[in-house]
């Protein structure tokens, strides 16, 4: 009896949940600026072509002062139920490269796989592949930064405790880009541009299950740099 009432109260919860889903879809219908939330259909319907053309409109709308205004308490009932993000993000812990804000995106929208450097091990892999495989995200995005200080540290081959470990994994890109100094900003972001490259490499040779979904063109990879003084993303050519 307690359990008829326990599954009665969950077919409310989720009856509410589903009002709740089209009142916001209705009223975002309503208002350009508030999109809906990305749902198994709008994600269904994207390509990694048209994940790619979201996020540079996204970051177009960030640098041109044009973000969407967002009801943000609205998005949380709202994708409560499930997830359907059109992308994942592998970008650094810089607290001044903050995803769905640089790309303006809502809750919901996108993965973010973030840690120093944005290098890849197999716990980013594995993230990578769940986002793709099982969430059914269309595009995978490395993103580096200028002036990271992840990267600088490897330039100086610096240690620390557990750092040096992470540091080390970006040293082919430095090795790859010829001498130079971590005070030339120029250099610091040429190794930072070789790491998402190392990066992207890596998930092809390291993920079986990554390389199948690019090759079959289900899913797409790509790699961008984040401008830290004008807040433009500049995808890079392949
Ligand atoms: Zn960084």
């Not at 540091?167 to 005070?183: E, M, T």
């Amino acid at each position: 009896m307690r359990r008829t009432t326990f599954a009665i109260g969950l077919v409310s919860l989720a009856l509410a949940v589903s009002a709740s889903a089209l009142a916001q879809t209705s009223a975002d219908t309503k208002d350009k600026k508030a999109p809906a939330v990305q749902t198994a259909e709008s994600q269904a319907a994207m390509t990694p072509a048209s994940a790619l053309e979201k996020l540079k409109k996204g970051n177009a709308r960030f640098v041109e002062k044009n973000m969407r205004s967002r009801d943000w308490q609205a998005k949380v009932p709202a994708t409560a139920s499930g997830q359907y993000p059109f992308a994942a993000i592998l970008a650094c812990m810089d607290s001044r490269t903050p995803i769905e804000i640089i790309f303006d995106q809502g809750i919901g929208d996108v993965f973010g796989i973030r840690i120093a450097g944005n290098i890849v091990n197999e716990d980013e892999l594995g993230s990578m592949e769940y986002a793709t495989k099982v969430v059914g995200s269309k595009l995978l995005v490395v993103l580096g930064h200028t002036s990271c200080g992840a990267v600088k540290g490897s330039i100086d081959d610096a240690k620390l405790g557990n750092l040096t470990g992470l540091l080390a994994r970006i040293r082919p890109a430095v090795s790859a880009s010829g001498p130079g100094s971590s005070k030339d900003d120029a250099y610091v972001t040429k190794v930072a541009q070789a790491n998402v490259s190392q990066a992207m490499k890596e998930i092809r040779e390291k993920s079986p299950t990554i390389k199948a979904q690019l090759d079959a063109g289900t899913v797409g990879l790509v790699g961008a740099m984040y401008d830290l003084s004008t807040g433009k993303v500049t995808f890079l050519p392949d």
